[in-house]
């Protein structure tokens, strides 16, 4: 299949040749921070106010999102891993264009943010710090800029306890993991401008205040 995305970096609110183009909404956030419940309100949201809505996700449905989850259970390298994600985000960037360009809102959970996040901690230890340059020239010609990026801020600890998982070895390892992605998301925040959301506090009270920054978009 073909990428359908002309340019690197396309602004999705730049395309105004498609004055009906919709509007991209990304969802960030450390795993237990909230972010796929809140993606999907926000969705429901928007299809009860009679405004066409995708809610999307990454790892995709597909055969190749199905490739990174396999991945993951079978411990890939960092690097095999990395690629599947980008691969995965290739094919579902595609779709997204399309779907804005039929005038539909598309709502992400997880875009290249997870990426520019998580695998700069992952490759960390294999590249050193050229690891977030690097992971940025490997997305761009398959990334369109989401209009805006959410990023549900949420103390790894509390992430934790959310998730559930019990104490142990492991479990102090995906905290020290989570911190650090944590950080990678706080600086990518500042980089790239993403909206920062409390999600420490109960959350219909989290998507109340989304919904009011997509209201006024
Ligand atoms: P999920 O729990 O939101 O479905 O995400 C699955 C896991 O995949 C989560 O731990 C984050 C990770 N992930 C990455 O490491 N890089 C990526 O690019 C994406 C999309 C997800």
Excluded at 108 to 116: E, M, Q
Excluded at 168 to 176: I, N, P
Excluded at 196 to 203: E, K, N, V, W
């Amino acid at each position: 299949m073909s990428i359908a995305v002309s340019a690197p970096l396309t602004s999705a609110a730049a395309a105004t040749e498609v004055a009906a183009r919709g509007r991209f909404l990304v969802f960030e956030g450390i795993d237990g921070s909230g972010k796929s419940t809140v993606a999907r309100t926000m969705h429901e949201r928007m299809m009860a106010a009679g405004r066409p809505s995708v809610l999307t996700a990454e790892p995709t449905e597909s055969w190749i999102g199905d490739m990174v989850r396999r991945g993951n259970k079978e411990a890939a390298s960092p690097f095999t891993e990395t690629l599947l994600y980008v691969a995965d985000r290739a094919e579902h960037t595609a779709q997204i264009d399309k779907w804005l360009n039929e005038g539909k809102n598309v709502v992400c959970d997880r875009y290249v943010g997870s990426t520019l996040a998580y695998q700069a901690v992952t490759l960390r230890p294999h590249l050193g710090e050229p690891a977030r340059e690097w992971l940025r020239s490997v997305n761009a010609p398959f990334t369109l800029r989401p209009d805006v990026t959410f990023l549900l801020l949420l103390d790894p600890e509390l992430a934790m306890e959310r998730l559930g998982s019990r104490p142990g070895r492991e479990k102090f390892e995906k905290l020290d993991f989570l911190r650090s992605v944590d950080e990678e998301y706080r600086r990518l925040a500042e980089k790239d401008g993403y909206v920062i959301i409390d999600a420490a506090r109960p959350l219909e009270q989290v998507a109340e205040d989304v919904w009011n920054i997509i209201a006024r978009m």
